[in-house]
């Protein structure tokens, strides 16, 4: 038997993922390695002995007994840690495996009961701001981004994010012939369109500059063809899909089934517990949404050759282009 069908690692191929990325379970395994957070405790020692390793793979200086096992682990750490375009550490709180870890408080936050307009603020502020920096950590690199644009992003967003969970309370509260209690249900749900809408405005302002300057596109060899701004396009419009379609199960399973637990008698007696059985069911409906949402499109997405810049059409035989749209 082969070692593939023993452990079920295949052949290693740098730079290609173990699972089919043309399908969406394919993907959703993948992402699940990206986001795998084991991978933050990962040392100083260990990240440099994967990267060393993936590049004496490279070299063809791969010692005997090093298994396709130990390949794939020494890339998925550097998938989960390193930037793809810079080749830089990134921050781990900014990691795509630090999304969820991080970011169960703050999901927690947004979905307490009785939030007074401060809290409010407040919970959608620091979200959002975390998104930004999640956003801004992982967007297509190929090209550099002024600073300045960055602050423009990020004060959009968050501004965003603020306004519409105050207009929609504001708008509940002052509504007429809807029972205190009908409020307090929909109040709980505040949250999901004020995120959505947000977070795509997020990402959109965040990494309006790859629009402004475009991104590597590449042929099947890995080769730079060119810069595009039609690729850069698609590749925020995929990323904004994926940022709408996560808070969904993260906001809206929460209060439906805290709504359900607390008509119950076990409930009435334990009302100290609603903290804790809050930020467990945010943390676990968080867990579950970010890989099915990242796993929507590839991480190396493609784009037809005919489709982008003319420039680029004339030096390339290819009918397909890749690029990196970031995460």
């Known amino acids: 038997m082969s070692e593939s069908s023993l452990t079920g690692y295949p052949p290693f191929e740098i730079g290609k993922s173990r699972f089919d ?19 933050l405790l990962v040392g100083e020692e260990r990240l440099n002995a994967s990267l060393n390793l993936l590049e004496d793979f490279k070299q063809g200086n791969v010692l005997p007994g090093v298994t396709n096992r130990q390949l794939w682990e020494a890339q998925k750490i550097k998938q989960a840690t390193m930037h793809p375009d810079t080749g830089e550490k990134i921050f781990m709180p900014f990691r795509m495996a630090g999304f969820v870890p991080f970011g169960a408080p703050m999901v927690t936050g947004l979905l307490l009961p009785n939030q007074t307009f401060a809290t409010m603020i407040f919970w959608q502020w620091i979200n959002q701001s975390h ?6 950590a992982n967007r297509n690199a190929t090209k550099e981004t002024p600073t300045i644009r960055f602050v423009i992003g990020y004060t959009g967003a968050v501004s965003a994010a603020m306004g519409i969970a105050v207009g929609l309370s504001t708008l509940i509260k002052r509504a007429n012939g809807m029972s205190p209690g009908a409020k307090l ?11 959505a809408t947000a977070s795509v405005c ?9 629009i402004y300057e475009g991104i590597d596109v590449l042929d099947e060899q890995g080769n730079v063809v060119g810069n595009s701004k039609a690729a850069a396009k698609k ?39 609603h903290l804790p059985v809050n930020a ?9 949404a970010l890989p099915l949402a990242i796993a929507l499109f590839p991480q190396l997405s493609s784009i037809k050759t005919s489709a982008v810049e003319s420039d680029i059409q004339s030096k390339t035989s290819s009918p397909i282009l890749f690029y990196n749209k970031g995460l």
Request: contains cysteine.
């Open 185 to 195: 249900l929909i109040q709980r749900f505040v949250p999901f369109p004020a995120v």
């Open 235 to 273: 590749a925020l419009f995929e990323v904004a899909q994926t940022r709408m379609f996560l808070p969904a199960p993260i906001l809206i399973i929460p209060p439906i089934i805290m709504a359900g637990i607390e008509r119950t008698k076990w409930w009435a007696r334990n009302p100290r517990l």
């Open 202 to 210: 997020n990402v959109c302002l965040m990494r309006f500059s790859e």
């Open 280 to 288: 467990t069911i945010a943390t676990a409906a968080f867990a579950f």
């Open 131 to 136: 998104n930004a920096c999640v956003n801004y």
């Open 21 to 39: 990325q043309s399908t969406f379970y394919g993907r959703w395994r993948h992402f699940l390695d990206v986001i795998d957070p084991r991978t």
